[in-house]
Nanobody, 126 residues
Framework: QVQLVESGGGLVQAGGSLRLSCAAS????????MGWFRQAPGKEREFVAT????????SYTDPVKGRFSISRDNAKNTVYLQMNSLKPEDTAVYYC???????????????????WGQGTQVTVSS
């Protein structure tokens, strides 16, 4: 079992920045691919970013490329999502997720993830 707790959400004006954190506990953090997903009101949950076990491989959905950056600190059991140049359409509840693997790869499909946090609200005002 892995427990995930997100933090760092809030209200920000368009063009601003936020950094989300996801703290993991329960198992060896470096054994897990980590991902960030988001869900806006009335919409399905969508992939945002993912990072491999060692942090050397990352992947992003096109709308956030060049603005968001995912990173991890395995010594602190934490994954981060740095969000810059925020837009109103980035408004959503953001979730982190984890899936155990032996490979240094990434996963963008939400159904592959086994563990999820409770989410943190990000609201971007225009």
């Amino acid at each position: 079992q892995v427990q995930l707790v997100e933090s760092g959400g809030g209200l920000v004006q368009a063009g601003g920045s936020l950094r989300l954190s996801c703290a993991a506990s329960g198992r060896t953090f470096s054994n897990y691919i980590m991902g960030w997903f988001r869900q806006a009101p009335g919409k399905e949950r969508e992939f945002v970013a993912t990072i491999s076990r060692g942090g050397g491989v990352t992947s992003y959905t096109d709308p956030v490329k060049g603005r968001f950056s995912i990173s991890r600190d395995n010594a602190k059991n934490t994954v981060y999502l740095q969000m810059n140049s925020l837009k109103p359409e980035d408004t959503a509840v953001y979730y982190c997720a984890a899936v155990a693997t032996t490979a240094q790869t990434v996963v963008s499909r939400s159904s592959r993830y086994d563990y999820w946090g409770q989410g943190t609200q990000v609201t971007v005002s225009s």
